[in-house]
C-alpha cells in the first residue's frame, strides 16, 4: 500500500496541489491524505484551510482531511519540532493515530527550510519528498542549510510559472530540478473556485489593493502599514480610480482599515473592504479589476501572469532597505515585484505592463542577490555575482544590495579589502563625521 500526504497551511497552496494532481504530476496512490496545518499566530481565532470558502471544490482531490494542529497539540506548528530520539516514537504514533500501518509514505510539503513542513519530513524518515512552492520564494535561495538527510530525500520542486523564464534557486543545492505545475491546471482550479464567498460586494471593474500585514512580521510598524495602504489608495486615485475594494489580509486586525477609510472619505472615493477570506484570485474572476495594487504580494504576479491584469506596486523600495537580517526569504519576492511591476505614479507603464527590467535581466539579477544572501548555500554562485556586480552595479541595481553586505563578502561595490578596517576604525568614523558636517556648513 502507498500513502501520499500533502500538507498545506493555505488555501492558495491547496490549489497548487489540486492542480498538480489534475494534471498528473503525482503519481498514482492508495490513499491520499492532505494535513492541514494552521500556522496563525493564534489558531484558536484563524480559520484553518478546510474552514475556508472554497475548499470543499478542492476536497474530493484526497481521500481524508487530517490536522497538524492536532497531532502536536498543546504546541504551536510553527514553533515545535521533534527531538531526535523522539522520531521514532513519533513516526510509530502518527502510524497508528493515522491508520498508515505499513504504509510507503511519500511527502509533498511546502517550506522545508522550516517547521512544521521540516518537523514532519523529519518524523518520516524514509519518506521521498516532494516540495511545492505557492509563491514566489521559491525563486529565491533555500532559507537555512538543510541536513543532508532532508536535503538528500527532495526528489524535485513543483512550483508555478509565476515569472514566465525564470528558474528557482530553491534546493538547487541538492540538484533538486524544478518542475513547473501547467497554468492552465492552476487556472481551471480557480475558476473552480470563482463561485465561493457567496457574501461579496457586487462591485465590477474596481481598482483592488492588497494588504499584506507586514507589521506582524516586525518589517515595518502598524502606522506605517495603514499608511502604505494609503499610499495604494493614492496611487489607484492618481491613475483615475474612484471606485476602490480593499483586500485585507486574513489576519490583519480591523483597525488596519480605519486610516484608509477616512483617507477614501478625504478623496471622494467610493471604498468597500472585503471581510470574507477567499482568494485574490476569486475577486478577480468575479469583479475582473481595473488594477491591482499590491506592495509585493504573490497575488500581484498571478493578477499580472495569469489573469493579464494591469498592476502596480507600492513601498517596495522602503522594504528592500528595511528587510533585516540581508538573507530575509523575503528579499527576493520584494526584489521580483520591484523590478518587474510599474509604480502607480507612472500611468504609461501600468497601461503597458512595463517594469524596470525585463525577465533575462531580472534572472541575472536574482542569482546575484541569491548569493549575497546564502554565500554558504549557493557558492558556485560566486563567480556569477561579481560578473553581476562588476558590469552592472548602478543608480537601477543598488537598491537591491547593501555595501556593508558586499564589503562581508568580497564583492565588487564594497570597500576594498585592504580598507575594510575603516569602518569599525573610531579615528576614521570621527574624520568622516567631521568632513560630513563641513560639507553641510558649505551648502548652507
Given at each position: 500500500?502507498t500513502?501520499q500526504?500533502?500538507?498545506?497551511s493555505?488555501?492558495y497552496?491547496?490549489a497548487t496541489?489540486?492542480?498538480?494532481?489534475d494534471?498528473?504530476c503525482f503519481?498514482?496512490?492508495d490513499r491520499?491524505i492532505l494535513l492541514?496545518s494552521n500556522?496563525?499566530t493564534?489558531?484558536?481565532?484563524t480559520?484553518?484551510?478546510d474552514?475556508?470558502?472554497?475548499?470543499?471544490?478542492?476536497?474530493?482531490?484526497?481521500?481524508?482531511v487530517?490536522?497538524?494542529?492536532?497531532a502536536v497539540?498543546p504546541?504551536?506548528p510553527?514553533g515545535?519540532t521533534p527531538?531526535?530520539?523522539?522520531v521514532?516514537l513519533?513516526?510509530?504514533s502518527?502510524?497508528?493515530?493515522?491508520?498508515?500501518g505499513d504504509?510507503?509514505?511519500a511527502l509533498?510539503?511546502?517550506s522545508?527550510?522550516?517547521d512544521?513542513?521540516?518537523?514532519?519530513?523529519?518524523?518520516?524518515?524514509?519518506?521521498p519528498v516532494?516540495?511545492?512552492?505557492d509563491?514566489l520564494?521559491?525563486?529565491?535561495p533555500?532559507r537555512?542549510k538543510l541536513?543532508?538527510?532532508?536535503g538528500?530525500?527532495?526528489?524535485?520542486?513543483?512550483?508555478?510559472?509565476?515569472?514566465?523564464?525564470l528558474?528557482?534557486l530553491?534546493?538547487t543545492e541538492f540538484g533538486?530540478?524544478?518542475?513547473v505545475?501547467?497554468t492552465?491546471a492552476?487556472?481551471?482550479?480557480?475558476?473552480?473556485?470563482?463561485?465561493?464567498?457567496?457574501?461579496l460586494?457586487?462591485?465590477?471593474?474596481?481598482?483592488l489593493l492588497l494588504?499584506q500585514?507586514l507589521?506582524?512580521?516586525?518589517?515595518?510598524?502598524?502606522?506605517?502599514?495603514e499608511?502604505?495602504?494609503v499610499?495604494?489608495?493614492?496611487g489607484?486615485?492618481?491613475?483615475?480610480?474612484t471606485r476602490?475594494?480593499f483586500k485585507?489580509?486574513?489576519t490583519?486586525p480591523?483597525r488596519f482599515t480605519?486610516?484608509?477609510?477616512e483617507e477614501?472619505?478625504?478623496?471622494?472615493v467610493?471604498?468597500t473592504?472585503v471581510?470574507t477570506?477567499v482568494?485574490?484570485?476569486?475577486?478577480?474572476q468575479r469583479?475582473?479589476?481595473?488594477?491591482?495594487?499590491?506592495?509585493?504580494?504573490t497575488a500581484l504576479l498571478?493578477?499580472?501572469?495569469?489573469y493579464g491584469?494591469?498592476?502596480?506596486?507600492?513601498g517596495?523600495?522602503?522594504l528592500?532597505?528595511?528587510l533585516t537580517?540581508?538573507?530575509?526569504?523575503n528579499?527576493?519576492?520584494?526584489?521580483?515585484v520591484d523590478a518587474?511591476?510599474p509604480?502607480?505614479?507612472?500611468a504609461?507603464a501600468?497601461?503597458?505592463?512595463?517594469?524596470?527590467m525585463?525577465t533575462?535581466?531580472?534572472g541575472?539579477l536574482?542569482?546575484?542577490?541569491?548569493?549575497?544572501?546564502?554565500?554558504?548555500i549557493?557558492?558556485?554562485?560566486?563567480?556569477e555575482?561579481?560578473?553581476y556586480l562588476?558590469a552592472?552595479?548602478?543608480?537601477?541595481t543598488?537598491?537591491?544590495?547593501?555595501?556593508?553586505?558586499?564589503t562581508?563578502l568580497?564583492?565588487?561595490?564594497g570597500i576594498?579589502?585592504?580598507?575594510a578596517f575603516?569602518?569599525h576604525?573610531?579615528t576614521?568614523?570621527?574624520?568622516?563625521?567631521?568632513?560630513?558636517?563641513?560639507?553641510r556648513a558649505?551648502?548652507r
Amino acid at each position: 500500500m502507498t500513502t501520499q500526504i500533502f500538507m498545506a497551511s493555505t488555501l492558495y497552496g491547496t490549489a497548487t496541489l489540486a492542480a498538480a494532481l489534475d494534471s498528473g504530476c503525482f503519481a498514482p496512490a492508495d490513499r491520499r491524505i492532505l494535513l492541514v496545518s494552521n500556522n496563525a499566530t493564534t489558531p484558536e481565532t484563524t480559520p484553518a484551510v478546510d474552514e475556508m470558502p472554497g475548499f470543499e471544490r478542492l476536497r474530493s482531490r484526497f481521500d481524508d482531511v487530517l490536522s497538524w494542529n492536532e497531532a502536536v497539540f498543546p504546541f504551536h506548528p510553527g514553533g515545535w519540532t521533534p527531538r531526535v530520539e523522539d522520531v521514532p516514537l513519533w513516526e510509530r504514533s502518527l502510524r497508528l493515530a493515522w491508520g498508515l500501518g505499513d504504509d510507503d509514505v511519500a511527502l509533498a510539503v511546502e517550506s522545508i527550510q522550516v517547521d512544521p513542513a521540516l518537523g514532519v519530513t523529519q518524523i518520516f524518515t524514509d519518506a521521498p519528498v516532494t516540495v511545492y512552492a505557492d509563491g514566489l520564494m521559491s525563486y529565491g535561495p533555500t532559507r537555512n542549510k538543510l541536513a543532508p538527510l532532508v536535503g538528500t530525500r527532495v526528489e524535485r520542486l513543483l512550483h508555478l510559472d509565476l515569472v514566465p523564464g525564470l528558474e528557482p534557486l530553491l534546493l538547487t543545492e541538492f540538484g533538486v530540478v524544478p518542475e513547473v505545475v501547467a497554468t492552465p491546471a492552476f487556472t481551471k482550479v480557480l475558476a473552480e473556485l470563482a463561485g465561493t464567498g457567496g457574501e461579496l460586494p457586487d462591485v465590477t471593474e474596481p481598482a483592488l489593493l492588497l494588504g499584506q500585514y507586514l507589521s506582524a512580521l516586525n518589517i515595518l510598524s502598524a502606522e506605517e502599514e495603514e499608511n502604505l495602504h494609503v499610499r495604494m489608495l493614492k496611487g489607484a486615485v492618481h491613475l483615475g480610480h474612484t471606485r476602490v475594494v480593499f483586500k485585507p489580509h486574513p489576519t490583519a486586525p480591523a483597525r488596519f482599515t480605519r486610516t484608509l477609510e477616512e483617507e477614501a472619505e478625504r478623496l471622494g472615493v467610493n471604498l468597500t473592504v472585503v471581510d470574507t477570506p477567499v482568494l485574490a484570485e476569486v475577486l478577480y474572476q468575479r469583479m475582473r479589476p481595473a488594477l491591482v495594487v499590491g506592495c509585493f504580494s504573490t497575488a500581484l504576479l498571478t493578477a499580472s501572469a495569469l489573469y493579464g491584469l494591469p498592476v502596480a506596486r507600492v513601498g517596495t523600495e522602503t522594504l528592500l532597505d528595511r528587510l533585516t537580517p540581508f538573507e530575509n526569504s523575503n528579499r527576493v519576492p520584494v526584489t521580483i515585484v520591484d523590478a518587474l511591476l510599474p509604480e502607480p505614479t507612472d500611468a504609461a507603464a501600468v497601461a503597458e505592463g512595463r517594469g524596470r527590467m525585463d525577465t533575462a535581466a531580472l534572472g541575472d539579477l536574482v542569482r546575484a542577490v541569491g548569493f549575497t544572501m546564502q554565500p554558504r548555500i549557493l557558492p558556485g554562485l560566486r563567480p556569477e555575482a561579481e560578473r553581476y556586480l562588476s558590469a552592472r552595479l548602478d543608480d537601477g541595481t543598488w537598491r537591491y544590495f547593501k555595501k556593508r553586505r558586499l564589503t562581508s563578502l568580497g564583492l565588487p561595490g564594497g570597500i576594498p579589502q585592504r580598507l575594510a578596517f575603516l569602518p569599525h576604525n573610531a579615528t576614521a568614523r570621527k574624520v568622516v563625521r567631521r568632513a560630513r558636517s563641513i560639507r553641510r556648513a558649505l551648502r548652507r
